[in-house]
């Protein structure tokens, strides 16, 4: 089922064939003409933010796009198109806002898009529980505002918030900036409600509910199983207070132990990320600069403090330069920790100093709160600005795994070590738990032409991904799998894909379903 | 139906060359005694390739009860499904930590009827979440494979798998190792008791209590005079133990009278069932003694002499997971035989 990603020259896509008319004429008759086979909209949908799509974007060129965008309404309109697609043996891939950084959206197998972001409703708000229904198409930028109204968030707060949709977190289990304290999607889960590849609603409710489908078997599926419609979440309430504070270490071990005893001495901190040498460096030329505080926009801060010096450094790391770079990197030892704390005022007061006091017997060097504020005011703007490193003939991705705590260090520096040669990387340690984290390893790399481009930013890949592996790491925390990393989903699962294969046959017999994904 | 013992002695060889484990006889079944996961995993394809014969053949998981030393950095421990969850805990303890707050009935279970069982190796984490204490999971797949989930706090590799397994009573495989997530043990525990009207107090006390961003762990109540008598545990830190005292008082002085009302445990519990909050104030005004474990937003761990109304028994066979996805899966097991 699976194949490479085939590309076309975007200006010169084929002309839709009479099958596709056919399935527009069979498709608009259940969405009331809400369907469409233009170029330009085939074109939009072809890709997502995975960055090797934005590399060939430049180059002029497109992965394979879908034949025909539909955009329901409804659950019923899903129902039907999925029978229709069922029975024209034809592939259905789900759309949310294509920020999604694995190209889990791409249509390897051509076929129906299908963007659920019409449907966008909040079916039912529960202040008592609480919990919200929602519709999967929501943008969460939107759910947010509303939940807001009311005192309430799903704590889920990414920092692709105005740009992805609640369907797209459960699709690829993402995690919030604040998954520390509040949980990843998975966390919030009341249930879900699928429209599976045979066309049956299957509603997957946690326990003590009847039923053998769990959401779980749902979450991270990717559309390969069925469409989720809808999620019933549960919520926190708007928090009343926050602190913020940032230690700086001498070291990522010594960042790192005081990281692991904040989360010991049971302080429940919202950020508690730990950013090592050159991310402190890029951290720190993003809020110090003085030129940033005086325009006081947040995006030209982020331009100026954190783009540009992105930019410069893309170019610079040209070529052989990478190499030299991360040594000349190995020089920096200084390590920033953010903490931001939130919820009642007694609890964040007391956690802070708590917090304080276990920094300080760590070795940590108190720089006040300016630094965590200002990762508060420029959370959400990273998303919408990584272009210009494109444009500039660089790539820039991000690469997330997790490991349990004694591996950390190991994860840090094999990944650092297998990417050193093809581009400036940096790493920063998040989504901290009892047991271990995420790292979130940036890579910043240049080449001379676009085709080497494209070459070096493979064997980074591959690089990266057998040094996590061989640490003992994941492939992934919360970007998904898509294309970019299915060859590490296989590996990792082993005998395990039996099992895939199984929910595949049961929920997706007709094999419609985002096809060539998850190895099913 | 009797064997014969040549008939015995013949199959026992055969299974033995095929497996490549240690093997005894006795009480007319061949046990196969593999000591690695994935000798369990070939026992059990050999196991499977037996037809009729496969009756007389059990793949004994007596190697698989060992309980190692916790990694303190992760607050992990590895232990074989056949560890007695007890046991479990008092290692842990040993390193100031817990695997969380079980009910009673729970911490008599193995590891591997903890997981596999309804309890589906849940507990109650800071925040009042539901998560699963199994960071990782070592299974002998019905198909004869090995699958052994990665050990890492979270993940977003597809779908979640481990779900075939948790709750699910071996269905898709059989759970050999597992490592298990452990807590800091809080500093301090503080039971607090109060006289309440209604069992909807009782509830809303604690729906507070658990918003509060306290941490409730147990909580017993039974009937007094025309009131209820509650008695609520919470877990804490020292740093934060003044605030949480003084908001659970607050809590405590709205809903009803915080006073001494003497002993509010009722003995051991005969059952233990996972309760909808919907269905709790139900459950305190008609059961006798209550005890309330594994409070979390989801649900909750009830404990009582008696069936509990709406309760759904965690000892009752959990749901089996369709015919279909099963037979996939043993005609892949085939597919390896």
């Known amino acids: 089922m699976s194949r490479p990603v085939h590309r076309l020259p975007a200006r010169a896509l084929p002309a839709s064939t009479p099958e596709a008319r056919a399935l527009l004429r069979d498709a608009s008759r259940i969405v009331d003409g809400r369907a469409s086979i233009e170029p330009t909209d085939r074109l939009a949908y072809a890709r997502d933010l995975w960055p090797k799509g934005l590399i060939w974007a430049r180059s002029g060129q497109t992965p394979s796009p879908p034949e025909l965008i539909v955009w329901p309404e409804s ?106 304290r509040y949980g990843k999607i998975e966390d919030m889960v009341a249930s879900l409600t699928v429209v599976d590849g045979r066309g049956e609603i299957v509603v997957a409710a946690r326990r003590p509910r009847p039923g053998w489908e769990t959401p779980g078997l749902f979450l991270g599926s990717e559309g390969t199983l069925g469409t989720i419609c809808r999620a019933r979440l549960h919520l926190v309430s708007v928090p009343e207070a926050r602190a913020f504070q940032a230690f700086a270490f001498s070291g990522v071990r010594a960042g790192l132990d005081a990281l692991r005893a904040i989360l010991r001495a049971g302080l429940r901190p919202a950020l508690a990320r730990l950013y090592d ?31 540009l010096p992105l930019e410069r450094l893309a170019s610079r790391a040209a070529a052989a330069a990478a190499f030299g770079l991360n040594r000349a990197a190995d020089l ?68 997330e795994v997790a490991g349990t705590w004694e591996r950390a260090v190991e994860i840090y520096e094999r990944v650092r070590d297998a990417v050193s040669p093809f581009a400036l990387v940096g790493c920063r340690f998040d989504h901290a738990r009892v047991e271990g984290c995420a790292l979130e390893f940036t890579f910043v790399g240049s080449a001379g032409s676009l085709e080497q481009v494209e070459r070096r930013y493979d064997d980074l890949w591959r690089s990266a991904l057998a040094a996590a592996r061989a640490a003992g790491a994941t492939f992934s925390h919360h970007h998904g799998v898509g294309v970019a990393r299915l060859n590490a989903f296989k590996s990792q699962v082993g005998d395990g894909l039996v099992l895939m294969r199984a929910l595949k046959a049961t929920f997706d017999p007709a094999g419609i379903m985002n096809p060539g994904k998850l190895g099913a | 139906m009797a064997v014969a013992a040549h008939d015995l002695t013949q199959l026992e060889e055969r299974v033995r060359k095929a497996a490549g484990v240690p093997t005894r006889t006795g009480d007319g079944v ?28 059990v793949v004994s998981l007596v190697a698989f009860d060992r309980i190692e030393a916790p990694d303190p950095a992760a607050c992990t421990i590895r232990v074989g499904a056949g560890a007695n969850l007890g046991e479990v805990e008092a290692t842990l303890q040993g390193w100031a930590l817990t695997l969380g707050w079980l009910s009673p009935k729970a911490r008599s279970l193995t ?24 960071l990782s999971l070592g299974v ?56 309440v009207e ?50 659970v008082e607050g809590l405590l002085k709205g809903r009803g009278e915080p006073r001494a009302v003497g002993q509010v445990g009722g003995g051991a519990p005969e059952f233990e069932g996972e309760l909808g909050w919907d269905r709790l104030a139900g459950a305190i005004g008609s059961a006798g003694p209550l005890g309330i474990y594994r409070i979390a937003r989801e649900s909750v761990v009830v404990a009582a002499r008696a069936p509990v109304k709406g309760a759904v028994a965690l000892d009752s066979p959990p749901e089996p997971l369709p015919a279909p996805l099963l037979g996939i899966l043993d005609g892949a097991g085939q597919e390896v035989a």
């Open chain 1, 75 to 180: 659950l019923e309109e899903v129902r039907e198109l999925t029978l229709l697609a069922a029975r024209l043996g034809v592939p259905l891939v789900p759309f949310g806002a294509g920020s999604g950084l694995c190209g889990g959206t791409v249509a390897l197998h051509g076929g129906i898009v299908l963007d659920l972001k019409r449907m966008s409703r909040v079916v039912a708000l529960d202040p008592d529980a609480p919990e919200v229904e929602c519709e999967a198409g929501i943008l969460g930028e939107r759910l947010e505002r509303e939940l807001g109204r009311k005192g309430l968030s799903t704590g889920h707060l990414p920092s692709s918030l105005g740009c992805s949709t609640v369907g797209g977190w459960l699709a690829t289990r993402g995690a919030g900036q604040c998954s520390g």
């Open chain 1, 332 to 399: 920096l030892r200084e390590c920033l920790l953010l903490l931001v704390f939130e919820g009642d005022s007694a609890l964040v007061e007391l956690e802070a100093e708590e917090a304080a006091r276990v920094c300080a017997a760590a070795g940590g060097e108190d720089r006040g709160a300016e630094p965590a504020q200002t990762w508060l005011q420029n959370r959400y703007a990273e998303p919408f600005r990584q272009s210009r490193i494109f444009d500039a003939g660089a790539f820039l991705d991000r690469l």
């Open chain 2, 198 to 247: 209604r069992p909807e107090d009782v509830v809303l006390l604690l729906r507070g209590v658990a918003a509060s961003d306290v941490r409730p762990v147990e909580v017993h109540t039974r009937r007094k005079g025309r009131g209820f008598a509650v008695a609520i545990t919470v877990a804490t830190y020292a740093f934060r133990a003044r605030r949480d005292r003084a908001l």
């Open chain 1, 277 to 307: 040498p050159v991310d402190s460096q890029l951290f720190a030329r993003g809020y110090e600069s003085g030129a940033v505080h005086k325009r006081g926009l947040l995006r030209d801060r982020f331009d100026e403090g954190v783009m």
């Open chain 2, 111 to 134: 590891v591997r009827d903890w997981l596999e069982g309804r309890h589906a190796g849940l507990r109650a984490v800071p925040g009042n979440r539901l998560e699963s204490a199994a």
């Open chain 2, 30 to 57: 061949v046990e196969l005694l593999p000591g690695s996961l994935r000798e369990v995993a070939r026992a059990q394809a050999v196991k499977g390739m037996l037809g009729q014969d496969a009756e007389r053949v």
């Open chain 2, 140 to 195: 002998a797949l019905r198909s004869g494979g090995l699958f052994v989930t990665p050990a890492a706090p979270r993940s977003s590799g597809g779908p979640m798998l481990e779900t075939l397994f948790l709750g699910r009573g071996g269905q898709a495989g059989t759970l050999v190792e597992a490592q298990l997530r452990a807590l800091p043990r809080p500093e301090l525990e503080e039971t607090f008791h109060a006289l």
